[in-house]
C-alpha cells in the first residue's frame, strides 16, 4: 500500500474536507459526517468494513511511476485513499489503486469479516468499470450490479433529479407518441415512462422498445444504461458549457505574484495558450459525440429508421466511456478552477501554484488523449 502523503491528490485532501463528491471524488469522510446518524446509511453502507466507508475513492490518471503495479496498459484507474486521520484530511493517508497487482489482499488485509470484505471488493470493482463518479450514473451502474446502497452516498439531490426527469421528459416525447402511441393515458404516461427510463431497472415497460429496435440479453441492458449516460450528461452540459466559457477567458488572465522568473513566464503563456486550444477541441469532441446520438435518435422518432438508433445503442457503451472522460476532465478543470478562483478579483496565485494547476489540468488531458 503507497504512502499517499507526498502524492499531489492527498496533498489537497484538506480541500476535501467539506465537500463531498464531484464527477473524480467521492468524499465518504465528508457524507459519514453528514449523514452518520441516519439508518440508511448504517443498512445501506457504500462500503461494509467500517475503515473503507470512510475512505476517499477517486478517478486517477496513472502516472509513469506508478505504471510499474499494473500488469495491464490501462490509462485510469479507481484510487482509494485511507486517511491517516480522517478529522484532519491534511494528514494524508494510505493508497492502492483497484487493479492494481495484488489489490484484493490489500483490501482483505484493512480488516473486517471475509463476506463484508468480498462485497467491498466487488463494489470496488463495479465502480471502477465507470469512466467517472457521477452521482447518477455511479447508483444507477451499481443498481445494475445487485448493490443496493443508500441515497446519501450520492450528491444528486431530489430538487436535481426533479430537473433531470423534466429534461429528459422533454428529450424522449416523441419517443413516447412513437413507440407508445396506443397507451391512451396522455401526458400522465409520459410521466410514467421517464420514471422507468431513470430508474435502475429495465422492465417490460420498456419492452415495446426493445422490440422495435430488435435488441436482445446483455447488448439491450448495455445499449439502454450507455443511453441514460447519454442523456444525463446532456443535462449536466447544460450546467456545465456555460461555467467552462467562463474559465476559459479567465485563464489567460491569471496575474503570477512573487518573483517572476522569465523562462517559467515564458512557459506558463504557451501553456495557457495550450490549454484553451485544447480544452475547446475536448468540448467539440463531445458536442460531436452528443450530434451522434442527436441524429440516432432523431431517425428513430422522426424518420421512421429503428436500426439507426439500434445501431448508435450497440456502440453506445464505448462511446459512452469517453464521453465520461472527456466530460470528466472538463468538470475537474471547471470545478477546481472555481474552486481555486471563486471571482475576477481573486485571478492572482504564485508562480509555483500557477504552475502545479497548468500541469495538473495537462497532464488530465494528456491522459484522456492517450
Given at each position: 500500500?503507497?504512502?499517499?502523503?507526498?502524492?499531489?491528490?492527498v496533498?489537497?485532501?484538506?480541500?476535501?474536507q467539506?465537500?463531498?463528491?464531484?464527477?473524480?471524488?467521492?468524499?465518504?469522510?465528508?457524507?459519514?459526517n453528514?449523514?452518520?446518524?441516519?439508518?440508511?446509511?448504517?443498512t445501506?453502507?457504500?462500503?461494509?468494513?467500517p475503515?473503507?466507508?470512510?475512505?476517499?475513492?477517486?478517478?486517477?490518471?496513472?502516472?509513469a511511476?506508478e505504471?510499474y503495479?499494473f500488469?495491464d496498459e490501462?490509462?485510469?484507474?479507481?484510487k482509494?485513499?485511507?486517511?491517516?486521520?480522517?478529522?484532519?484530511?491534511?494528514?494524508?493517508?494510505?493508497?492502492?489503486f483497484?487493479?492494481?497487482?495484488?489489490w484484493r489482499?490489500?483490501?482483505?488485509?484493512?480488516?473486517?469479516?471475509?463476506?463484508?470484505?468480498?462485497?467491498?471488493?466487488?463494489?470496488?470493482?463495479?465502480?471502477?468499470?465507470?469512466p467517472?463518479?457521477?452521482?447518477?450514473?455511479?447508483?444507477?451502474?451499481?443498481?445494475r450490479r445487485?448493490?443496493?446502497i443508500?441515497?446519501?452516498?450520492?450528491?444528486?439531490?431530489?430538487a436535481?433529479?426533479?430537473?433531470?426527469?423534466?429534461?429528459?421528459?422533454?428529450?424522449?416525447?416523441n419517443?413516447?407518441?412513437?413507440?407508445?402511441?396506443?397507451?391512451?393515458e396522455?401526458?400522465?404516461?409520459?410521466?410514467?415512462?421517464?420514471?422507468?427510463?431513470?430508474?435502475t431497472?429495465?422492465?417490460?415497460?420498456l419492452?415495446?422498445?426493445r422490440?422495435?429496435?430488435?435488441l436482445?440479453?446483455?447488448?439491450?441492458?448495455e445499449?439502454v444504461?450507455?443511453?441514460?449516460?447519454?442523456?444525463?450528461?446532456?443535462w449536466?452540459?447544460?450546467?456545465?458549457?456555460?461555467?467552462l466559457?467562463?474559465?476559459l477567458?479567465?485563464?489567460?488572465?491569471?496575474?503570477?505574484?512573487g518573483?517572476?522568473?522569465?523562462?517559467?513566464?515564458?512557459?506558463?503563456?504557451?501553456?495557457?495558450?495550450?490549454?484553451?486550444?485544447?480544452v475547446?477541441a475536448k468540448r467539440r469532441?463531445?458536442?460531436?459525440?452528443?450530434?451522434?446520438?442527436d441524429?440516432a435518435?432523431?431517425?428513430?422518432?422522426?424518420?421512421?429508421?429503428?436500426?439507426?438508433?439500434?445501431?448508435?445503442?450497440?456502440?453506445?457503451?464505448?462511446?459512452?466511456?469517453?464521453?465520461?472522460?472527456?466530460?470528466?476532465?472538463?468538470?475537474?478543470?471547471?470545478?477546481?478552477?472555481?474552486?481555486?478562483?471563486?471571482?475576477?478579483?481573486?485571478?492572482?496565485?504564485?508562480?509555483?501554484?500557477?504552475?502545479?494547476?497548468?500541469?495538473?489540468?495537462?497532464?488530465?488531458?494528456?491522459?484522456?488523449?492517450?
Amino acid at each position: 500500500m503507497r504512502q499517499a502523503s507526498t502524492d499531489r491528490s492527498v496533498r489537497n485532501l484538506g480541500a476535501l474536507q467539506r465537500t463531498a463528491s464531484t464527477s473524480r471524488v467521492l468524499n465518504l469522510v465528508a457524507i459519514a459526517n453528514s449523514h452518520k446518524g441516519e439508518s440508511d446509511y448504517h443498512t445501506k453502507p457504500f462500503f461494509t468494513t467500517p475503515i473503507l466507508n470512510e475512505c476517499i475513492v477517486l478517478k486517477h490518471r496513472i502516472r509513469a511511476d506508478e505504471r510499474y503495479v499494473f500488469d495491464d496498459e490501462r490509462q485510469n484507474s479507481t484510487k482509494i485513499i485511507l486517511p491517516f486521520e480522517r478529522g484532519d484530511l491534511r494528514m494524508g493517508g494510505r493508497s492502492f489503486f483497484v487493479g492494481q497487482r495484488g489489490w484484493r489482499d490489500i483490501v482483505r488485509q484493512t480488516g473486517g469479516d471475509e463476506q463484508n470484505i468480498e462485497r467491498d471488493i466487488r463494489v470496488m470493482s463495479a465502480v471502477d468499470e465507470i469512466p467517472s463518479l457521477d452521482p447518477f450514473l455511479l447508483r444507477e451502474h451499481l443498481n445494475r450490479r445487485g448493490i443496493q446502497i443508500a441515497s446519501c452516498y450520492f450528491a444528486i439531490s431530489e430538487a436535481d433529479l426533479g430537473r433531470m426527469q423534466d429534461f429528459v421528459a422533454m428529450e424522449i416525447n416523441n419517443l413516447i407518441r412513437l413507440t407508445y402511441a396506443t397507451a391512451g393515458e396522455g401526458s400522465s404516461y409520459s410521466s410514467k415512462l421517464v420514471q422507468v427510463l431513470l430508474s435502475t431497472e429495465i422492465n417490460e415497460h420498456l419492452e415495446p422498445l426493445r422490440i422495435a429496435l430488435r435488441l436482445e440479453g446483455e447488448d439491450y441492458k448495455e445499449g439502454v444504461f450507455s443511453w441514460k449516460g447519454f442523456l444525463y450528461y446532456k443535462w449536466v452540459l447544460n450546467d456545465l458549457w456555460p461555467k467552462l466559457v467562463e474559465v476559459l477567458r479567465e485563464m489567460p488572465q491569471v496575474r503570477v505574484t512573487g518573483h517572476k522568473d522569465a523562462d517559467l513566464m515564458a512557459y506558463i503563456d504557451r501553456t495557457r495558450r495550450r490549454l484553451v486550444e485544447t480544452v475547446d477541441a475536448k468540448r467539440r469532441e463531445v458536442t460531436e459525440a452528443l450530434d451522434v446520438y442527436d441524429r440516432a435518435f432523431a431517425d428513430l422518432t422522426k424518420n421512421g429508421k429503428p436500426l439507426a438508433f439500434r445501431n448508435f445503442l450497440l456502440r453506445a457503451p464505448k462511446m459512452f466511456l469517453m464521453l465520461g472522460e472527456r466530460i470528466g476532465v472538463i468538470s475537474h478543470i471547471t470545478s477546481f478552477w472555481r474552486y481555486r478562483f471563486p471571482d475576477a478579483r481573486s485571478l492572482a496565485a504564485p508562480i509555483d501554484e500557477v504552475l502545479d494547476i497548468l500541469k495538473d489540468f495537462e497532464q488530465n488531458i494528456t491522459t484522456v488523449e492517450e
